[in-house]
């Protein structure tokens, strides 16, 4: 060190007349005026320690209003500079809300509505160079909708207000809900509702929209093989035995394609129990059980059998394009489920499956 830098470099006792300097300042300071100097400066003087943010109003202010000045004076950080983005700079596919929930009135195919309690998921894409997107807008675009008597078209409507509000180049809403139905029990004249897990969604990728449908549908499964099984051991045997059967899911998605007449929810209902009529019963006498036992007798199934006849009844509507077929059968015999998936067109093409997606197809009621 050089004889100039000793000179510039303060001794303990400089630095000792300093704090005492300082501290007979802040006897006489207030402490915003401390943190003003230096919020570090608290830590210097005991009993100051807490002192270096200013007094700060404790009660809610129910008068104040938000003008257009001091709402541009708020920090909004999803739409910063590039510069504040973390990871890599690329386009991320899908960015936005799930299951976000409110009442949606739907039309029927007897000419009725229903209000349904609706659980909506929107996203948007978003380009590699932004940072991100304000997550109410979306609701707020839906929002505008939500009471309308809701069809495609309205989706549609709240779709092209929330890519033009993103600036987005793709984008989805898909709309869950429980829609009930009737059904008349097999034999003694019971009705009682049943409830179906529906989905639409409706998908704008590079311009190019698609109307889907999504329907569970929970029937039993009687093991042909089983079946069979049992019998033989009466014929042979005499020897009374049961077949095993199960409550077995379908989720049936169609993509409804344009200029065709209208797909309901009750249509695609109808086609998925032409196709496999041992549809789980809501109201049941004695009668009804034993109809039952026969009906699943009559049409026992395998998970591959499942999947081909509702291919096959899809395959024969006009107003159904691409589709996938999943079928879960939640055997009674194994500790495992047996499982299918059958596809048509390239919608619902893929090589990899969700680890978890035969995890949601079971039916808690």
């Not at 300071?29 to 100097?37: F, I, K």
């Not at 929002?143 to 207000?161: C, N, P």
């Not at 049961?242 to 379908?250: E, G, I, K, L």
């Amino acid at each position: 060190m050089d004889q100039m830098t000793k000179e510039r470099t303060p001794d303990r006792a400089a630095a000792e007349r300093a704090l005492n300097v300082l501290r007979d300042w802040v006897a006489s300071s207030t402490p915003e005026e401390v943190a003003q100097l230096d919020p570090l400066v608290s830590r210097l003087i005991p009993g100051q320690e807490v002192s270096n943010y200013p007094a700060l109003a404790r009660a809610y202010p129910e008068e104040f209003e938000v003008d257009e000045a001091y709402r541009a004076s708020m920090p909004d950080l999803q739409n910063g500079p590039t510069s504040l983005i973390r990871g890599a700079k690329r386009m991320i596919q899908h960015v936005g809300i799930s299951n976000f929930r409110l009442p949606i009135r739907f039309h029927t195919r007897d000419d009725g509505d229903l209000t349904l309690e609706t659980s909506v998921t929107g996203t948007v894409s978003l380009d590699a160079g932004r940072k991100g997107i304000n997550m109410s807008r979306i609701m707020r675009s839906f929002y505008r909708y939500a009471g309308e008597t809701f069809s495609f078209d309205v989706i549609e409507r709240a779709l092209d207000d929330y890519m033009t509000d993103h600036a987005s180049f793709d984008a989805r809403i898909q709309m869950r809900f429980s829609f009930p139905m009737k059904l008349r029990s097999l034999r003694s004249g019971l009705e009682g509702f049943q409830y179906y897990d529906i989905a639409l969604e409706l998908v704008d990728k590079g311009g190019v929209r698609k109307k889907i449908f999504h329907l569970d549908y929970v029937y039993s499964s009687t093991c042909p093989c089983s079946l069979e099984l049992s019998e033989h051991a009466r014929q042979f045997r005499g020897q009374l035995a049961t077949p095993h059967s199960q409550r077995s899911v379908a989720r049936i998605s169609v993509v409804a394609p344009e200029g065709h007449p209208t797909l309901w929810f009750e249509d695609l209902v109808d086609l998925a129990r032409r196709a496999v009529p041992t549809e789980t019963q809501v109201m049941v006498k004695r009668e009804d059980e034993q109809a039952f036992a026969e009906l699943n007798a009559a049409n026992p199934i395998f998970v591959e059998d499942a999947a081909r006849l509702f291919c096959a009844e899809l395959l024969a509507d006009p107003r159904v394009g691409d589709f996938r077929v999943i079928a879960s059968h939640q055997e009674s015999l194994h500790s495992h489920d047996a499982v299918s998936v059958l596809t048509e067109g390239p919608t619902f093409e893929a090589d990899s499956l969700d680890p978890k997606l035969f995890h949601t197809l079971f039916h808690v009621g």
